[in-house]
């Protein structure tokens, strides 16, 4: 049979079955998904119906646009639906290729992993699988099979992901409750030398897995700390695992975000996120040679670590385009300069609202802190919150970027008072403007101390003593 008479034949029809039942999200997500992620929506007013999305915008129901400065968590490095990335996984899909044979070479997986080699000159290659978590679990399997010690070393506040590796490398108790046993592992806390010297000096520590910015609450390596510890790692037979699955791919305003700091060469970098182009899921393990042929050591070994849908044509295509756009379009290039622009318009506001405390990040990945402000009137209300669940201030904000202005962002972490913007890197002076006059009129509310947005503050604060 013909794909053209398997078509007809078939009862399948994804754009009637959306027609029909579309409308049942929120049921069907509460029926046999998370039942708690509706309940969150629509306690906080975020149970919309967007229907469609382009670039740095999606759609509702209604037709209103909304500003998405998330990017699906940084999924949409290149926005959402760009032409060339979306061309690739046609072509892609229309050449009928002999895909995941599993007992050939296709070329779509080396001509990838030839363009990522390329930004990360000093490592030799790559492997392939589906998401930043698995990225992590392989490095942190090479790296033990690689230096044959158990250990390994994170920083307190990292995270890295949720599948069991990459949790015991998390630093947040929250996600790692109840889960135990998890791997042999210590956190330190980012900057401490003189706690990773002591770690080291045990001589079980495989690898130090670090973030150069933290997505939890935005904080960058101290200057040199990288540097240096690759030092140390190397003196003691460790090595040094960069997670850049967040910050790489130009979110911070070079490629690879570890190369902000001069003479950092990673033994192994993890990637993941905007390679997708928003579309395929796709992670990748850059590594030195040695640690590729340590752990494929003989033709017996060939398959000791393998993923079933690893270097898939469309996950390839779909790379291969992303890299290609930030070549043409210079989106490394613009994500430094808008990012410099919006975190220096943002900063700006800094003397201006007592209730802003920070503006901080690189490139499009930028933190706002909020603090207890000074005035009598606002202490008490900000004390109300702090009481009620540390955190709650930010989510205040959060939710009339997104009710009143149309604007996505989110909180930075579980009992964080920061907002954590990493926008499409493709959005310019326009969304900046957006952003930043929105964001000042959600701030000039908060500090006439009363209003809707104290209204629903006291809302968060009864929700959150009741789930005590």
């Not at 690739?88 to 080396?110: E, I, N, Y």
């Not at 978590?133 to 390994?152: C, D, N, Q, S």
């Not at 949790?167 to 947040?172: I, K, P, Q, T, Y």
Request: glycine share 10%; aromatic share 8%.
């Amino acid at each position: 049979m013909t794909a053209a008479e398997q078509q007809r034949h078939s009862g399948f029809d994804l754009g009637k079955l959306l027609a029909e039942r579309a409308s049942e999200r929120y049921d069907l997500h509460t029926r046999h998904l998370n039942h708690q992620l509706p309940r969150m929506l629509q306690t906080i007013g975020f149970d919309k119906v967007y229907e469609r999305g382009e670039g740095a915008y999606f759609w509702d129901d209604e037709g209103q646009d909304y500003l998405d400065m998330l990017a699906g968590f940084g999924v949409m490095g290149l926005g959402r639906h760009h032409p060339v990335v979306r061309k690739a996984l046609h072509d892609v899909l229309d050449a009928d290729l002999a895909d995941l044979t599993r007992f050939d070479c296709q070329p779509l997986p080396g001509l990838l992993a030839e363009r990522l080699l390329a930004q990360a000159p000093h490592l030799d290659r790559v492997f392939f699988g589906n998401s930043g978590t698995e990225a992590v679990e392989t490095a942190l399997k090479f790296a033990r099979y690689a230096t044959r010690k158990p250990r390994i070393l994170y920083c307190a506040h990292a995270f890295h992901g949720l599948t069991t590796g990459s949790l015991s490398v998390n630093g947040e108790d929250g996600f790692r409750k109840g889960f135990a046993p998890l791997l042999p592992d210590t956190a330190i806390e980012m900057g401490d030398l003189d706690a990773l010297e002591r770690e080291l000096a045990r001589g079980d520590v495989a690898a130090f897995v670090v973030e150069p910015i933290q997505g939890k609450g935005v904080h960058e390596t101290p200057p040199g700390f990288l540097r240096a510890a690759q030092e140390l790692l190397h003196r003691h037979k460790a090595l040094l695992i960069a997670d850049e699955v967040q910050t790489g791919l130009g979110r911070t305003g070079d490629f690879f975000a570890y190369s902000h700091e001069d003479g950092v060469e990673p033994d192994l970098v993890c990637v993941a996120k905007a390679l997708s182009g928003g579309y395929v899921p796709v992670g990748a393990t850059l590594g030195k040679d040695w640690i590729f042929r340590k752990v494929y050591s003989s033709m017996d070994r060939v398959l000791v670590h393998s993923a079933s849908f690893g270097a898939n044509a469309q996950a390839m295509a779909a790379g291969l385009a992303v890299l290609a756009v930030m070549e043409d379009e210079e989106i490394v290039a613009n994500a430094r300069r808008t990012g410099d622009l919006l975190r220096e318009r943002l900063a700006a506001l800094v003397d201006r609202y007592e209730l802003l405390h920070d503006v901080r990040g690189r490139g499009l990945m930028i933190g706002i802190e909020f603090g207890r402000p000074s005035s009598l009137g606002l202490r008490s209300r900000w004390a109300m919150l702090q009481t009620a669940r540390k955190g709650l201030f930010a989510q205040m904000v959060v939710v009339p970027l997104l009710r009143r202005h149309r604007i996505l962002t989110q909180v930075s972490g579980d009992h964080l008072e920061v907002i954590k913007l990493i926008p499409p890197l493709i959005i310019g002076e326009r969304e900046v403007d957006r952003f930043v006059e929105a964001f000042t009129a959600v701030m000039d509310d908060a500090h006439q101390g009363g209003g809707l947005m104290w209204e629903f503050g006291r809302t968060l604060v009864k929700q959150a003593v009741a789930n005590r």
